[in-house]
């Protein structure tokens, strides 16, 4: 039987590559969940200049209808991300036409969205307490089993099915934008609103569905997500953070800045996890530091054009 330092130096060697191999793996699952998260948050800003603060709470919205539907009223899972969907479309088309709309019209101070974007994240959080408590809600798996590659890669089958799902609704939603008639419409209206509106573009009504696009993103995640994290009233906060972590990386109001700044994201916490674990956690503290020391370089971030 052989030993020796060049044993343990290929023994090191192999499981370095092995756990790399799960952190790339891990990196594109939370990429993909946080790149969906981001879109609706950044779309929302691209066309009407609004900062949402209630996207965590629409997040943790979609995760309780999916949460009613499928795991107390035993309803086929698809049913219950449906209703998500539609649920959290209707609220967002809502709230644009009856609150953020005639704010919109009647105050040209940004601080008066961004208070009313607060409000609404304070009042979904009392919803939210009010209807389903304070306590962490879960369902049952929609895939049982865990893929093992040979140890070397070790993922649960819903966490690939998640994964895909989020990856497959990215690409739905960019080719929608870009082929379809209300997506070059929302298109347009993000790059130049006067002559969008000039061009013949309904802007109230293509605002609204912007909007509704943008909280049923987020309802979606949730709905997605609920199979996995399952969803409590403290969720909120913490996605919202996140999503505008991510919107900054990418660049405010860029479709693909959102997409990367959510892949960025994912990857930057499946490294800290991974190699700073043992340190406590201080990953999120690093992030911090990164996202400020690059936004100190480049404000506008990587996609977006420089203000001012």
Not at 113 to 142: C, H, N, S, W, Y
Not at 185 to 206: S, Y
Not at 260 to 269: K, Q, S, T, V
Request: hydrophobic content about 55%.
């Amino acid at each position: 039987m052989t030993s020796g330092p060049g044993c343990g130096a290929g023994a090191a060697e192999t499981f370095g590559r092995d756990r790399m191999e799960q952190i790339l793996a891990n990196g594109v699952y939370l990429g993909a969940q946080y790149a969906m998260i981001a879109l609706g948050l950044t779309l929302i800003f691209a066309l009407m200049n609004v900062l949402n603060f209630a996207h965590g709470q629409m997040y943790v919205l979609g995760g309780f209808v999916t949460y009613t539907i499928y795991g107390q009223l035993g309803l086929p899972f698809v049913l219950a991300l449906m209703m998500s969907c539609v649920t959290l479309f209707i609220l967002g088309a809502l709230i644009e036409k009856f609150l953020f709309a005639p704010v919109i019209k009647r105050s040209s101070r940004d601080e008066s969205t961004m208070l009313l974007a607060a409000g609404l994240a304070f009042f979904f959080d009392a919803v939210i307490l009010l209807l389903f408590g304070e306590k962490q809600r879960g369902v049952p798996k929609i895939v049982n089993g865990v893929f093992n590659w040979d140890f070397r890669l070790i993922m649960p089958y819903d966490r690939i099915l998640i994964c895909v799902l989020a990856i497959l609704s990215i690409v739905s939603f960019i080719l929608f934008m870009q082929y379809s008639k209300t997506g070059r419409a929302l298109r347009a209206l993000a790059q130049d609103r006067t002559a969008a509106q000039l061009m013949g573009v309904n802007v109230d009504r293509f605002s609204m569905i912007g909007f509704a696009l943008g909280a049923m993103l987020a309802g979606l995640v949730g709905g997605l997500l609920v199979t996995i994290t399952g969803v409590n009233l403290g969720m909120g906060g913490p996605t919202s953070i996140k999503a505008f972590m991510m919107v900054m990386i990418g660049g405010a109001g860029v479709i693909s800045g959102a997409i990367w700044g959510g892949i960025i994201l994912g990857f930057m916490e499946a490294f800290g996890l991974a190699y700073l674990a043992q340190y406590g956690d201080i990953t999120y503290l690093l992030i911090f530091v990164s996202l400020m020391i690059f936004l100190a370089i480049r404000p506008q971030g990587l996609m977006g054009k420089p203000w001012g």
